[in-house]
């Protein structure tokens, strides 16, 4: 397992097997907001994970939810996934190195490949934090725990 600092502020474990993503990699993917991003992706256990991050006005920190962005990010996604067969399985929280972190988790298809994703918004601060996870269908059971893995080792800074 090897610390990767994120930013100045968040820092993740990766377990053996997971690689950041080059700038060229990246391009492969489309990111849902313009804001610096960070992806990490094992190819043998079918698990993407991408980060991205936004400060916002502290007045609007302290009145924003992570709860209410979870429930606006997916509402953006609804739509757009109804064509790989979107189901929303459900509404949920989680914890990210000690912080409380709102999302939903997700079923789609992609090339007949049943596929998993969750997003997760989680606020620091007035830093606000947009994570979502792709995983294979067929490796839920081993995906989550790994998820688990990686977020219960997250360390946050000041």
């Known amino acids: 397992m090897g610390k990767t600092p994120l930013n100045n502020e968040l820092n993740l474990t990766l377990p053996e097997g997971f690689k ?16 610096p991003g960070f992806c990490i992706r094992d190819e043998e256990r079918h698990i993407m994970i ?21 429930r606006n990010m997916e509402a953006k996604i609804r739509k757009p996934m109804s064509r790989y067969g979107y189901k929303l399985e459900g509404f949920m929280n989680r ?7 709102d999302g939903y988790r997700y079923t789609y298809s992609v090339q007949d490949i049943g596929m998993l994703g969750e997003s997760l918004s ?9 994570i ?27």
């Open 20 to 35: 950041v993503l080059t700038g060229e990699e990246l391009k492969k993917y489309q990111y849902f907001e313009e804001a």
């Open 95 to 101: 914890q990210i190195g000690g912080k409380s972190a």
């Open 122 to 130: 989680v606020k620091s601060g007035s830093n606000f934090y947009y």
């Open 132 to 158: 979502h996870c792709y995983l294979r269908e067929a490796l839920r059971e081993e995906s989550l725990r790994v998820l688990d893995e990686i977020f219960g080792a997250v360390t946050w800074e000041g």
């Open 50 to 70: 991408a980060i991205s991050w936004r400060q916002a006005n502290p007045f609007v920190a302290m009145l924003a939810g992570t709860a209410d962005i979870a």
